[in-house]
């Protein structure tokens, strides 16, 4: 069963958060420069990413607004 994924930006820290499913704790590795993979801490599934400095990467970003994206996330080793 496919899991919603979310996004939330937080403009002021300029990070962006996406989560398989509900927002919950998680082990963070980081996969490359501000890229940080979240992985649950039990199964080790990749469960979201952190995107830090997302504005310097990509430019100005527009008002957020929800997508209907299904997706799946996977960190390869």
């Known amino acids: 069963m496919a899991k919603r994924l979310t996004f939330f930006f937080d403009r002021e820290a300029d990070i962006l958060y996406l989560s398989v499913g509900k927002s919950r704790p998680a082990l963070s590795k980081e996969v490359g420069d501000d890229i940080l ?14 995107i830090l ?11 957020a607004e929800p997508l209907p994206i299904l997706g ?3 960190l390869r080793t």
């Open 72 to 74: 799946e996330l996977t």
């Open 37 to 50: 993979v979240r992985l649950d801490p039990k199964s080790h599934r990749v469960i979201g990413c952190t």
């Open 53 to 63: 400095n997302l504005t310097k990467r990509f430019g100005k970003m527009k008002e």
